[in-house]
């Protein structure tokens, strides 16, 4: 008969059971406080991880002293990718990010050479001008089917109308061998330290989320955290 058996036992037992339970259930939450600590711990560090560029220069909107960062790896052929930039950032940027509340930092993360392609046509676009990244990588998204399928039609067209550049300056772009250097330490970066392996993952205020996220679930997280 256990711990917690029937009616029979004696008082004794009753209260020896008592004990043990209790003893459990103070030995329960300190492992749960010891693994909240351990998740703690490793957000942290991740945040510390996460905070800074390696080899690109951060494309990021909103105030550096935020209350709240959101880091998103994306890769411009992802659909899931963009679905979030085309459904939930106008959301998010309307409500948070012009209002100061939240800094949103957009790394590369392609998933093929399409991808990449795109990734430094953005680059090129936009310079050192996040305002113009982030209307080259919406433009990119919007049209990602017709960049999946007629990719150097699509940056040669988009290349023209965001920044007026040539077929030549798109082919150029595109042959940057360094830039393209660039991107692949930094997604090397993500994926070996960040331990980033699907697209999109974001990174709130240093914790890890996977895939797309609803509006609905982004909006509850950041409330949460502004909250702290």
């Known amino acids: 008969m256990g711990a917690f058996g029937a009616f029979g036992l004696s008082i004794v037992s009753r209260l020896f059971a008592i004990a043990l339970s209790l003893a459990g259930i103070a030995g329960l939450f300190g492992f749960a406080s010891l693994h909240l600590l351990g998740q703690a711990m490793a957000q942290t560090a991740a945040a510390a991880l996460v905070a800074k560029p390696v080899s690109l220069s951060d494309m990021a909107l909103g105030p550096a002293k935020a209350a709240v960062t959101i880091v998103e790896y994306a890769s411009m052929t992802c659909p899931h990718c963009a679905a979030f930039d085309q459904n939930v950032f106008p959301m998010l940027k309307r409500k948070y990010i012009d209002t100061g509340k939240v800094r949103f930092v957009f790394r590369e993360f392609p998933l093929d050479i399409k991808a990449a392609a795109a990734s430094m046509l953005a680059r090129c676009i936009a310079g050192n001008d996040a305002g113009k990244y982030f209307d080259a990588i919406n433009q990119l998204f919007k049209e990602q089917d017709q960049l999946t399928e007629h990719t150097k039609d699509t940056l040669k067209r988009i290349g023209k109308q965001q920044a007026n550049m040539s077929e030549e300056d798109v082919e150029t772009c ?44 982004l909006d509850k997280k950041i409330k949460y955290l502004l909250r702290k």
Do not use: H, R, Y
């Open 174 to 217: 595109g042959k940057d061998q360094a830039l393209l250097d660039k991107l692949s330490a930094d997604q090397n970066f993500a994926f070996e330290k960040l331990k980033v392996d699907v697209t999109p993952t974001f990174f709130i205020n240093g914790e890890k989320v996977k895939g797309e996220m609803s509006f609905e679930e």
